[in-house]
T-cell receptor, first 116, second 112 residues
Framework: GAVVSQHPSWVICKSGTSVKIECRSL??????MFWYRQFPKQSLMLMAT?????????EQGVEKDKFLINHASLTLSTLTVTSAHPEDSSFYIC????????????FGNGTRLTVT | QKEVEQNSGPLSVPEGAIASLNCTYS??????FFWYRQYSGKSPELIMF????GDKEDGRFTAQLNKASQYVSLLIRDSQPSDSATYLC????????????FGKGTHLIIQP
Protein backbone atom coordinates (compact mmCIF):
# COMPACT_ATOMS: atom_id res chain seq x y z
CA GLY A 1 0.00 0.00 0.00
CA ALA A 2 0.85 3.66 -0.25
CA VAL A 3 3.48 4.82 2.22
CA VAL A 4 3.97 8.33 3.47
CA SER A 5 7.10 9.10 5.44
CA GLN A 6 7.31 12.07 7.79
CA HIS A 7 10.39 13.39 9.53
CA PRO A 8 11.21 14.17 12.27
CA SER A 9 8.83 12.21 14.49
CA TRP A 10 9.36 14.63 17.33
CA VAL A 11 11.17 17.90 17.87
CA ILE A 12 11.71 20.27 20.76
CA CYS A 13 12.68 23.83 19.97
CA LYS A 14 13.00 27.14 21.69
CA SER A 15 10.50 29.90 21.25
CA GLY A 16 11.37 32.12 18.29
CA THR A 17 13.16 29.47 16.28
CA SER A 18 11.93 27.78 13.09
CA VAL A 19 11.28 24.11 12.53
CA LYS A 20 11.02 22.25 9.23
CA ILE A 21 8.99 19.08 8.83
CA GLU A 22 9.35 16.86 5.77
CA CYS A 23 6.72 14.66 4.19
CA ARG A 24 7.57 12.16 1.48
CA SER A 25 5.46 9.80 -0.57
CA LEU A 26 7.64 6.73 -0.92
CA UNK A 27 5.96 4.59 -3.54
CA UNK A 28 3.67 6.91 -5.43
CA UNK A 29 3.60 10.42 -6.85
CA UNK A 30 1.53 12.91 -4.94
CA UNK A 31 0.57 16.07 -6.76
CA UNK A 32 -1.33 17.08 -3.66
CA MET A 33 -0.38 16.67 -0.04
CA PHE A 34 -2.25 17.84 3.02
CA TRP A 35 -1.02 19.17 6.32
CA TYR A 36 -3.10 18.61 9.44
CA ARG A 37 -2.66 19.69 13.03
CA GLN A 38 -4.08 17.93 16.05
CA PHE A 39 -4.19 19.27 19.57
CA PRO A 40 -4.64 16.85 22.49
CA LYS A 41 -8.06 15.20 22.54
CA GLN A 42 -9.10 17.14 19.46
CA SER A 43 -9.74 16.02 15.92
CA LEU A 44 -7.52 16.57 12.95
CA MET A 45 -7.75 20.06 11.54
CA LEU A 46 -6.70 20.70 7.96
CA MET A 47 -4.16 23.49 7.83
CA ALA A 48 -3.32 23.67 4.16
CA THR A 49 -3.27 21.86 0.87
CA UNK A 50 0.14 21.60 -0.70
CA UNK A 51 0.22 21.62 -4.48
CA UNK A 52 3.28 20.51 -6.41
CA UNK A 53 4.78 23.40 -8.31
CA UNK A 54 2.37 26.03 -7.05
CA UNK A 55 1.41 27.90 -3.91
CA UNK A 56 -0.26 26.12 -1.06
CA UNK A 57 -3.91 26.72 -0.26
CA UNK A 58 -4.42 27.62 3.39
CA GLU A 59 -7.51 27.07 5.46
CA GLN A 60 -9.20 30.01 7.09
CA GLY A 61 -7.38 31.13 10.20
CA VAL A 62 -4.04 29.56 9.29
CA GLU A 63 -1.26 32.11 8.83
CA LYS A 64 0.53 31.44 5.57
CA ASP A 65 3.53 33.52 6.60
CA LYS A 66 3.95 31.50 9.75
CA PHE A 67 3.42 28.05 8.27
CA LEU A 68 5.49 27.97 5.10
CA ILE A 69 4.78 25.11 2.74
CA ASN A 70 6.96 24.06 -0.14
CA HIS A 71 6.05 21.26 -2.52
CA ALA A 72 9.03 21.19 -4.81
CA SER A 73 8.59 17.71 -6.22
CA LEU A 74 5.94 15.04 -6.66
CA THR A 75 7.24 13.16 -3.64
CA LEU A 76 8.21 15.86 -1.15
CA SER A 77 6.38 18.57 0.73
CA THR A 78 7.82 20.54 3.63
CA LEU A 79 6.14 22.55 6.37
CA THR A 80 8.22 25.17 8.17
CA VAL A 81 6.88 26.61 11.38
CA THR A 82 8.53 30.01 11.59
CA SER A 83 9.17 31.89 14.81
CA ALA A 84 7.56 29.12 16.79
CA HIS A 85 5.74 29.87 20.04
CA PRO A 86 4.52 27.54 22.79
CA GLU A 87 0.97 27.71 21.39
CA ASP A 88 2.28 26.11 18.20
CA SER A 89 3.09 22.97 20.16
CA SER A 90 0.97 20.28 18.57
CA PHE A 91 0.95 17.07 16.55
CA TYR A 92 1.50 17.85 12.87
CA ILE A 93 0.54 15.20 10.36
CA CYS A 94 0.96 15.16 6.61
CA UNK A 95 -1.01 13.04 4.23
CA UNK A 96 -1.20 12.27 0.56
CA UNK A 97 -3.39 10.37 -1.82
CA UNK A 98 -2.87 8.80 -5.18
CA UNK A 99 -3.99 10.39 -8.39
CA UNK A 100 -7.18 8.37 -8.87
CA UNK A 101 -10.46 9.96 -7.83
CA UNK A 102 -11.56 9.04 -4.33
CA UNK A 103 -8.17 7.59 -3.47
CA UNK A 104 -7.95 7.27 0.30
CA UNK A 105 -5.60 9.49 2.22
CA UNK A 106 -2.55 7.89 3.76
CA PHE A 107 -0.92 9.58 6.68
CA GLY A 108 2.64 10.04 7.74
CA ASN A 109 3.51 9.06 11.29
CA GLY A 110 3.22 12.64 12.47
CA THR A 111 5.59 15.09 14.13
CA ARG A 112 5.21 16.01 17.77
CA LEU A 113 6.38 19.61 18.10
CA THR A 114 7.09 21.04 21.52
CA VAL A 115 8.06 24.69 21.76
CA THR A 116 9.62 25.72 25.06
CA GLN B 1 -19.71 24.54 5.98
CA LYS B 2 -18.75 20.89 5.80
CA GLU B 3 -19.32 19.06 9.07
CA VAL B 4 -18.86 15.51 10.21
CA GLU B 5 -20.40 14.60 13.54
CA GLN B 6 -19.52 11.74 15.85
CA ASN B 7 -20.36 10.91 19.43
CA SER B 8 -17.13 11.38 21.34
CA GLY B 9 -17.89 8.55 23.77
CA PRO B 10 -16.28 6.78 25.43
CA LEU B 11 -18.13 3.80 24.03
CA SER B 12 -17.53 0.76 26.17
CA VAL B 13 -18.10 -2.70 24.65
CA PRO B 14 -17.34 -6.10 26.16
CA GLU B 15 -14.76 -8.25 24.45
CA GLY B 16 -16.27 -10.45 21.75
CA ALA B 17 -19.32 -8.23 21.23
CA ILE B 18 -20.11 -6.01 18.26
CA ALA B 19 -18.99 -2.39 18.47
CA SER B 20 -21.11 0.05 16.49
CA LEU B 21 -19.69 3.45 15.62
CA ASN B 22 -21.83 6.11 13.99
CA CYS B 23 -21.22 9.25 11.98
CA THR B 24 -23.35 11.84 10.21
CA TYR B 25 -22.29 14.39 7.66
CA SER B 26 -23.82 17.66 6.54
CA UNK B 27 -22.60 18.05 2.96
CA UNK B 28 -24.78 16.11 0.52
CA UNK B 29 -22.04 16.50 -2.05
CA UNK B 30 -19.76 14.19 -0.07
CA UNK B 31 -18.85 11.28 -2.25
CA UNK B 32 -16.53 9.08 -0.26
CA PHE B 33 -16.19 8.21 3.38
CA PHE B 34 -13.37 6.85 5.44
CA TRP B 35 -12.88 5.31 8.82
CA TYR B 36 -9.53 5.76 10.52
CA ARG B 37 -8.28 4.27 13.75
CA GLN B 38 -5.99 6.38 15.89
CA TYR B 39 -4.13 5.13 18.91
CA SER B 40 -3.08 7.71 21.48
CA GLY B 41 -0.06 9.68 20.28
CA LYS B 42 -0.06 8.01 16.89
CA SER B 43 -1.10 8.99 13.40
CA PRO B 44 -4.44 7.83 11.98
CA GLU B 45 -4.52 4.48 10.22
CA LEU B 46 -7.00 3.78 7.44
CA ILE B 47 -9.45 1.02 8.35
CA MET B 48 -12.01 1.17 5.57
CA PHE B 49 -13.48 3.40 2.92
CA UNK B 50 -16.87 3.31 1.27
CA UNK B 51 -18.35 5.13 -1.70
CA UNK B 52 -21.65 3.38 -2.45
CA UNK B 53 -24.83 2.96 -0.46
CA GLY B 54 -25.05 -0.28 1.45
CA ASP B 55 -22.58 -2.43 3.31
CA LYS B 56 -18.93 -3.14 2.71
CA GLU B 57 -17.23 -5.89 4.65
CA ASP B 58 -13.55 -6.45 5.30
CA GLY B 59 -12.71 -9.10 7.86
CA ARG B 60 -14.20 -8.12 11.21
CA PHE B 61 -15.11 -4.66 9.95
CA THR B 62 -18.27 -3.61 8.12
CA ALA B 63 -18.84 -0.09 6.87
CA GLN B 64 -22.39 1.02 6.14
CA LEU B 65 -23.40 4.05 4.10
CA ASN B 66 -26.83 5.62 3.72
CA LYS B 67 -26.56 8.73 1.57
CA ALA B 68 -30.26 9.57 1.88
CA SER B 69 -29.86 9.82 5.65
CA GLN B 70 -26.31 11.16 5.40
CA TYR B 71 -25.19 8.48 7.76
CA VAL B 72 -22.11 6.29 7.92
CA SER B 73 -21.36 3.57 10.41
CA LEU B 74 -18.62 1.12 11.26
CA LEU B 75 -19.29 -2.24 12.87
CA ILE B 76 -16.53 -4.21 14.52
CA ARG B 77 -17.39 -7.85 15.14
CA ASP B 78 -15.73 -10.00 17.77
CA SER B 79 -14.24 -6.92 19.42
CA GLN B 80 -10.75 -7.32 20.82
CA PRO B 81 -8.95 -5.21 23.46
CA SER B 82 -6.55 -4.15 20.70
CA ASP B 83 -9.49 -2.47 18.98
CA SER B 84 -9.56 0.08 21.80
CA ALA B 85 -8.72 3.39 20.13
CA THR B 86 -10.29 6.55 18.77
CA TYR B 87 -12.13 6.03 15.51
CA LEU B 88 -12.28 8.96 13.14
CA CYS B 89 -14.93 9.30 10.48
CA UNK B 90 -14.01 11.43 7.47
CA UNK B 91 -15.84 12.67 4.41
CA UNK B 92 -14.43 13.70 1.08
CA UNK B 93 -16.23 16.00 -1.33
CA UNK B 94 -15.24 15.64 -4.96
CA UNK B 95 -12.28 13.83 -6.40
CA UNK B 96 -8.66 14.17 -5.53
CA UNK B 97 -7.79 17.71 -4.66
CA UNK B 98 -9.63 18.36 -1.38
CA UNK B 99 -8.53 17.29 2.04
CA UNK B 100 -10.81 15.22 4.19
CA UNK B 101 -13.18 16.67 6.76
CA PHE B 102 -12.85 14.73 9.98
CA GLY B 103 -15.22 14.16 12.83
CA LYS B 104 -13.89 14.57 16.35
CA GLY B 105 -13.68 10.83 16.77
CA THR B 106 -15.29 8.24 19.02
CA HIS B 107 -13.21 6.78 21.81
CA LEU B 108 -13.87 3.04 21.89
CA ILE B 109 -12.98 0.90 24.89
CA ILE B 110 -13.14 -2.88 24.63
CA GLN B 111 -13.47 -4.40 28.09
CA PRO B 112 -11.68 -7.73 28.56
Amino acid sequence: GAVVSQHPSWVICKSGTSVKIECRSLDFQATTMFWYRQFPKQSLMLMATSNEGSKATYEQGVEKDKFLINHASLTLSTLTVTSAHPEDSSFYICSASGTADNSPLHFGNGTRLTVT
Amino acid sequence: QKEVEQNSGPLSVPEGAIASLNCTYSDRGSQSFFWYRQYSGKSPELIMFIYSNGDKEDGRFTAQLNKASQYVSLLIRDSQPSDSATYLCAAHVGGGADGLTFGKGTHLIIQP
